[in-house]
């Protein structure tokens, strides 16, 4: 009987370590995961993404939803956040990305005017997800020169894009932060999808009026600057934005389905 007694002590000791061994391996995969995640990007942006509600909410976040005011009327631009199907809707046309494709609605007469809807579809969600959408894969990070603006240094984050990321992967960004606070504040690139422009100049957009969503801080408005010799000069156009939405639930895929009387992009 003391026999059987001692080899039941025995088993729940042996159990109760390998319980314990789990628990720790787990802990440790845990903590090394958590590691990775941290030090995916650089320090100060990691400060940055903090200052703006935090990268990990963010990732929580499916579909974002916004309303940027025009002088032809109200635009309303959709997005699935991780699926990256769009859809964007003004009184003159409609364009939509599937998820494959690019297609465009015209509704009215006049010829289509615009950017290029392969890239226009999108250009300014890119805009508007800012910080956050500088977390995407495929990307790489490096130090650059800050920026002096009336007498504020901003320091600079540059941002390239590896081979056959997106439609433009040859754009470079520069994000410049408030030194204080971390938010960003200007946002330095390039254009390469629209010709006859230089695509190696910077051009300009200020970040500095911020609006809380769901934990998260967006942009209220961007100004759009003039620019000289890789710098901002002086404020052109605002864009005013308004009704965001920002939720953890995808948008139906439905929405984003080509109408009969719309038209495939090339």
Known sequence: MKNYFYVAILLVTFAACKQKQ???????????NTSISKTKYPVELQKVFKAHGGIDVWKTMKSLVFTMETPNGDEVISTNLNSREALLENPKNTIGFD?????????TKEDYKGYDP????NLMFYF??????????????????????????YPGIEITYNNGVGETPEDRYVLYY?????KMEWLGYTVSFV????????????FNSWQNVNGLLLPKTIVGYGFKDDKPTKAKRTNVF?????SKVAI???????????????
């Open 242 to 246: 308004k009704d965001i939405k920002v």
């Open 99 to 107: 998820g494959k494709q690019v297609w465009l609605l015209n509704k």
């Open 252 to 266: 139906e895929i439905e929405k984003f389905s080509k109408p009969e009387n719309a038209s495939f992009v090339n």
């Open 22 to 32: 789990e628990s720790t391996v787990s802990t440790e995969k845990l903590e090394k």
């Open 118 to 121: 392969k890239f226009g579809y």
């Open 195 to 206: 010709e006859g422009i230089d695509k190696k100049e910077l051009h300009f957009r200020r």
């Open 178 to 182: 408030n030194p204080t606070t971390y």
């Open 128 to 153: 508007y997800a800012m910080p956050f959408i500088l977390a995407d894969d495929g990307i790489n990070y490096a130090e650059t020169a800050p920026l002096v603006f009336e007498g504020i240094t």
